[in-house]
Structure formats: structure tokens, C-alpha cells
């Protein structure tokens, strides 16, 4: 039997043994999938456990996405772009190799009707999934992206790695608490933590006088999964505003993972039903 499972920090709003489960499955695998909750200062402990113990790979959430490069043997291009990773496939040798499926998960929610070739994005969040959603956009074809903040001055490394990393993007570091309006987006991306069950549910990145201020078409895009709809989406949908949640790309990065490991793609729709099970 094969052994995965998720390391981060805190752990108990996961659903990944929920999606994985399925997905394993739906490809008649015989393999588990743990919860590994790992503070940042039990991350080398967990990396060597991992390592010793007869796993076949892990992914990795919150906050460990971009410490773990730190670990891995080889990545791949969305992992080496975006400096964050989550996903882990353990080698035969036991070196380990490092991926970013959040980027497809990111692209695959957003629906093939949409089209941002040329357009322009308000980004909150400085963070792993902020990178992944960078890169998604710019794959997508967004022109302009500006980055919301809570600390312009921590966040100056940050903006500098991306403008050299996307120099066809143009880039602008903004205080989140001064945000003023927001005419000018054609789609809002929170990847930050305020919304998320167990931590922020009650709270919204945005006011709704300010989501206000967005274009009728604009659409509200929130990375965040549990609970379904955060106060944000809830506001949006209110104002009429098209919204996309963080369920999808969860579970579309979770099928990227299974085809990784066993080069097989699983059941989107199976994984998908026991999330919202579980919810």
C-alpha cells in the first residue's frame, strides 16, 4: 500500500484525505492519506521523517509552500517560477521532487467562457497562493496586476521577483487598508487567509462599498474553499458581481497531484462529490 499525506500549519480545516481518498479510488488504488499538522519549527523533524518512512509523496500547504524549495532535488517549471511548491513526489531514491499544481488548479475554476487576455487584476495577498495565481493570470494572458498588501515595505522583494520574473506584466504594490477604488479591475483574486473557516469566516478582505466600485463584469475570484461561499462571494454575488470560489481549484490541483504520482488522471467529479460531502 502506498502512503501520502499533507504537511502545514494549521491543519484542521483540510479536506485533502477527503478529495484524495476519492481520487484513489476512482483509479482502484490501495493507498493511504495523512494529515500531518507541522509547525514551521518542526518542518527539517517532518522532512527527514518523510524521507526515512515509506511514502511515495506529500503535498504541502500553509505555511510551508515556499520553505520547502529548500528541500527538493528538481522542480518543476510552475514550482521554479513561482518559488512555491505543493505537491512532492518521492523518488526510488528517496530525493524528493517539487511541484506546483496550484496553477492549474487556479486556471481550470476559472470557466472557458471567460477571457483575460489584456485585462487587468486586483490581487490581494503576498503569499504561495498569490505566486501560483500570478502566474495563472499571466498564462492566462493578464496585463496588468496590482498587488494588495498589508506591508508595502515587506512585500519589496516580492514585487521585484515578479517584475523579473513577468516582465510582459506590469506591477503595482498597493496598501490593502488604503485600497480607494476599483474601477479599474476586471477581476479581483483573494489568496489571503481573511474569510477562512476557522480562522477569519466572519471577516472579508474587501468591504462591500468598495466591491461597489467594481465594473458590472468584473469577477470576484476567492481561493479560499471552506466554507463555500466566504463573506466576500457572499457580498459579490450580492452585488451581482460573477464569482468563483476555491473549491474547484482544489480539487482540480488534487487531480494534478494523482496524475504526478501515478501518472493516471483521477475522477474530477468523484473527488469533487466528497468535498462537498464533507463541507
Same mark, same amino acid.
Given at each position: 500500500?502506498?502512503?501520502?499525506?499533507?504537511?502545514?500549519?494549521?491543519?484542521?480545516?483540510?479536506?485533502?484525505?477527503?478529495?484524495?481518498?476519492?481520487?484513489?479510488?476512482?483509479?482502484?488504488?490501495? &493507498?493511504?492519506?495523512?494529515?500531518? !499538522?507541522?509547525?514551521?519549527?518542526?518542518?527539517?523533524?517532518?522532512?527527514?521523517?518523510?524521507?526515512?518512512?515509506?511514502?511515495?509523496?506529500?503535498?504541502?500547504?500553509?505555511?510551508?509552500?515556499?520553505?520547502? &524549495?529548500?528541500?527538493?532535488?528538481?522542480?518543476?517549471?510552475?514550482?521554479?517560477?513561482?518559488?512555491?511548491?505543493?505537491?512532492?513526489?518521492?523518488?526510488?531514491?528517496?530525493?524528493?521532487?517539487?511541484?506546483?499544481?496550484?496553477?492549474?488548479?487556479?486556471?481550470?475554476?476559472?470557466?472557458?467562457?471567460?477571457?483575460?487576455?489584456?485585462?487587468? #487584476?486586483?490581487?490581494?495577498?503576498?503569499?504561495?497562493?498569490?505566486?501560483? #495565481?500570478?502566474?495563472?493570470?499571466?498564462?492566462?494572458?493578464?496585463?496588468?496586476?496590482?498587488?494588495?498588501?498589508?506591508?508595502?515595505?515587506?512585500?519589496?522583494?516580492?514585487? &521585484?521577483?515578479?517584475?523579473?520574473?513577468?516582465?510582459?506584466?506590469?506591477?503595482?504594490?498597493?496598501?490593502?487598508?488604503?485600497?480607494?477604488?476599483?474601477? @479599474?479591475?476586471?477581476?479581483?483574486?483573494?489568496?489571503?487567509?481573511?474569510?477562512?473557516?476557522?480562522?477569519? #469566516?466572519?471577516?472579508?478582505?474587501?468591504?462591500?462599498?468598495?466591491?461597489?466600485?467594481?465594473?458590472?463584469? #468584473?469577477?470576484?475570484?476567492?481561493?479560499?474553499?471552506?466554507?463555500?461561499?466566504?463573506?466576500?462571494?457572499?457580498?459579490? !454575488?450580492?452585488?451581482?458581481? @460573477?464569482?468563483?470560489?476555491?473549491?474547484?481549484?482544489?480539487?482540480?490541483?488534487?487531480? &494534478?497531484?494523482?496524475?504526478?504520482?501515478?501518472?493516471?488522471?483521477?475522477?474530477?467529479?468523484?473527488?469533487?462529490?466528497?468535498?462537498? !460531502?464533507?463541507?
Amino acid at each position: 500500500m502506498e502512503k501520502f499525506g499533507l504537511i502545514g500549519y494549521p491543519l484542521g480545516h483540510s479536506m485533502s484525505a477527503v478529495i484524495h481518498k476519492a481520487g484513489f479510488e476512482s483509479l482502484g488504488i490501495n &493507498a493511504t492519506y495523512e494529515l500531518m !499538522e507541522t509547525s514551521p519549527e518542526h518542518l527539517v523533524d517532518r522532512i527527514k521523517y518523510l524521507k526515512r518512512g515509506n511514502y511515495s509523496g506529500f503535498n504541502v500547504t500553509i505555511p510551508h509552500k515556499v520553505p520547502l &524549495a529548500l528541500f527538493v532535488d528538481e522542480v518543476d517549471k510552475y514550482a521554479d517560477i513561482t518559488g512555491a511548491i505543493n505537491t512532492i513526489k518521492i523518488n526510488p531514491d528517496r530525493s524528493f521532487t517539487g511541484y506546483n499544481t496550484d496553477v492549474l488548479g487556479f486556471k481550470a475554476a476559472i470557466p472557458d467562457t471567460v477571457s483575460l487576455n489584456g485585462k487587468t #487584476a486586483a490581487l490581494l495577498g503576498t503569499g504561495g497562493a498569490s505566486r501560483a #495565481a500570478v502566474l495563472g493570470l499571466s498564462d492566462l494572458g493578464v496585463k496588468t496586476v496590482d498587488v494588495y498588501t498589508r506591508n508595502i515595505a515587506n512585500s519589496i522583494d516580492y514585487m &521585484a521577483y515578479l517584475r523579473r520574473k513577468f516582465p510582459e506584466i506590469t506591477f503595482t504594490a498597493l496598501q490593502i487598508d488604503r485600497m480607494k477604488d476599483l474601477s @479599474k479591475y476586471d477581476i479581483l483574486v483573494n489568496t489571503t487567509p481573511i474569510g477562512m473557516q476557522g480562522r477569519s #469566516a466572519d471577516l472579508t478582505p474587501v468591504e462591500e462599498y468598495m466591491l461597489k466600485t467594481l465594473p458590472e463584469h #468584473a469577477i470576484v475570484y476567492d481561493v479560499i474553499y471552506n466554507p463555500k461561499k466566504t463573506i466576500l462571494l457572499k457580498l459579490a !454575488e450580492k452585488l451581482g458581481y @460573477k464569482t468563483i470560489n476555491g473549491i474547484d481549484m482544489l480539487v482540480w490541483q488534487a487531480v &494534478a497531484a494523482q496524475r504526478i504520482w501515478f501518472n493516471r488522471t483521477p475522477d474530477f467529479n468523484s473527488m469533487k462529490l466528497a468535498l462537498l !460531502e464533507n463541507l
